[in-house]
């Protein structure tokens, strides 16, 4: 069973950074895995953030993201980072981590649902203040 431990929120001003990450384990290879990032703000349904594949880093971002966030990942380390930056309000929010191996890596649409994914991690806050 794969975990996922996400780490790195916090309280930011607007127009500041923060980086999250997210450690993989439970399986000895993630190199058929999709690992995403998604968001539920209170009062709001989870919502897609970025994902990543695996083995080849194709990258999938949220419109309301692209430009200000960068998602990436350490093989090395099974570590999934997202970089967030010129943080605004709204992204303010619970992440979560999540992967699944059932996912097509080379998936050429814009981004996916919470549905498609299979292992969760416990969320980390992030907080943008005005």
């Known amino acids: 069973q794969v975990q996922l431990v996400e780490s790195g929120g916090g309280l930011v001003q607007a127009g500041g950074s923060l980086r999250l990450s997210c450690a993989a384990s439970?399986?000895?290879?993630?190199?058929?895995?999709?690992m995403g990032w998604f968001r539920q703000a209170p009062g709001k349904e989870r919502e897609f953030v970025a994902a990543?594949?695996?083995?080849?880093?194709?990258?999938w971002y949220a419109d309301s993201v692209k430009g200000r966030f960068t998602v990436s990942r350490d093989r090395a380390k099974n570590t999934v980072d997202l970089q967030m930056n010129s943080l605004k309000p709204e992204d303010t929010a619970v992440y979560y981590c999540?992967?699944?191996?059932?996912?097509?890596?080379?998936?050429?649409?814009?981004?996916?649902?919470?549905?498609?994914?299979?292992?969760w991690g416990q969320g980390t806050q992030v907080t943008v203040s005005s």
């Open positions: 439970g399986r000895t290879s993630f190199s058929n895995y999709v």
């Open positions: 990543i594949g695996w083995s080849g880093g194709k990258t």
């Open positions: 999540a992967s699944d191996p059932n996912l097509n890596s080379y998936y050429s649409g814009s981004g996916f649902q919470p549905a498609d994914f299979g292992s």
